[in-house]
């Protein structure tokens, strides 16, 4: 044990809870989009015009490993523009979804009670990879929200409680 030592403390640093009430929070610049997340995925981009339009791209840690040695990870993207004041959930989904093409196929859909949220599981193929997003589109405090979350069908199936926990973690207050 004393001779790993220094690899197990490393090991065990990068262990974090990962229950919606120990998430970290990324702050948006400007201080008006809070995205909590658990600590161990990694923020990849951001692209920012403070005031108009946020996307934040999140990476998991590895999940699994492929056939041929890739790494498998989850991702999530986090898109929020500003919403027009009458914008209703319902009418940001509806007219989000009219622009997903035949690849997508809807496996479930549910409106997110007391969160003005609808989240939706699409089974996604194309020519290159076969996979699972779940997407949660929300309409809060003047803005549309979009967390989309990518992952291969079976691995998705395995992390999908976890992933329930981060769409939790999204309508929680910072600070609970």
Known sequence: ?????EA?????AGYSLERSRYFVVYEA?????LIR????????????????SLFVGFRSPPLAVEKDGTTVHATLEVTVNQAAPDLTVE???AARTETLGDYYRLLEHESLEGVSAVST????????AEY??????????????????NCRNQVYRAIEPWIDEMVKGFFEPPES
């Open 1 to 5: 044990m004393e001779a790993y030592r």
């Open 121 to 128: 599981l699409y089974h996604v193929e194309t020519q290159l």
């Open 37 to 52: 997340h658990p600590e161990s995925w990694e923020r990849t981009q951001t692209v920012t015009n403070p005031g108009e």
């Open 8 to 12: 197990l403390d490393r090991t065990w």
């Open 91 to 93: 009418k940001f989904y």
């Open 132 to 149: 699972l997003e779940r997407t949660v589109f929300a309409v809060r405090d003047g803005k549309t929200f979009i967390y989309k979350f």
């Open 29 to 33: 610049p400007g201080r008006d989009v």
